[in-house]
């Protein structure tokens, strides 16, 4: 079956900007959750939905936003881009119910100039 | 979540078998003990998820004391594609909980021919 798919894989924006990112979950899965991943932090949890809600959220500030439509397909958003924002940001999927490991997508690869 | 504490780094050789230990003193009852692995820029492999005894599945196998204040990923005959980071997570079956996943630092295995 298909695995969780991000758009897109490399991006560069220029400070100031906003970004939107997508992630399509694997089918039947309903949660989906955001990461950012930095050399010096680490992976970092930003936000989860499930069934277009959001469950739980990071420590974050709220520049960075989300949502998840219908399908289960999730977009993040992070408003007036940052030097500090360029990151590895992964999505992933799964079935949200307590059960079962978590399915992360390659990743989008954000660079801030 | 508990903290867990894992080596910083291994060095292993072709053909051996590692053992990763990660110690997670505070663990609640409730909590399950799951790795993931992670190669350069792509997302977190799901590899292993056991509550307590002994799980194995096709890729490594997972030995939990009684006291279930630490585990250990054991990895069979290891290759060069095993390089990679392997984080150790306790938390919910989904291994994460309210706070999604908690990585930590995780261990960087690297192995040599």
């Known amino acids: 079956k298909a695995g969780v798919t991000q758009t897109p894989r490399y991006l560069i924006k220029t400070r100031g900007q906003q970004v939107t990112l997508s992630c399509s979950p694997i089918?039947?899965?309903?949660?989906v959750s955001w990461y950012q991943q930095t050399p010096g932090q680490g992976l970092q949890f930003l936000f989860e939905?499930?069934?277009?809600?959001?469950?739980n959220k990071g420590n974050f500030p709220g520049r960075f936003s989300g949502r998840q439509f219908s399908n289960s397909r999730s977009e993040m958003n992070v408003s007036t881009l940052e030097l500090g924002d360029s990151a590895l940001y992964l999505c992933?999927?799964?079935f949200g119910t307590g059960s079962g490991g978590y399915t992360f997508g390659s990743g989008t690869r954000l660079t801030v100039v | 979540l508990a903290k867990t504490t894992q080596p910083i780094s291994m060095d292993s050789y072709e053909g051996q078998e590692v053992n990763i230990t990660c110690s997670h003193n505070?663990?609640?009852?409730?909590?399950?003990i799951t790795w993931y692995q992670q190669f350069p820029s792509q997302g977190p492999r799901f590899i292993i998820q056991?509550?307590?005894t002994k799980v194995t599945n096709e890729v490594a196998s997972l030995f939990i004391p009684a006291d279930r204040k630490s585990s250990t990923l054991s990895l069979p005959r290891v290759s060069l594609s095993d390089t990679a980071v392997y984080y150790c997570?306790?938390?919910?079956?989904?291994?994460?909980?309210?706070?999604?996943?908690?990585f930590g630092k995780g261990t960087h295995l690297i192995i040599q021919p």
């Open positions: 505070n663990i609640a009852t409730n909590d399950y």
């Open positions: 997570l306790v938390g919910d079956r989904t291994g994460g909980g309210a706070d999604g996943l908690t």
């Open positions: 056991g509550y307590k």
């Open positions: 992933a999927s799964s």
């Open positions: 939905y499930f069934s277009e809600t959001q469950r």
């Open positions: 089918s039947g899965h309903r949660s």
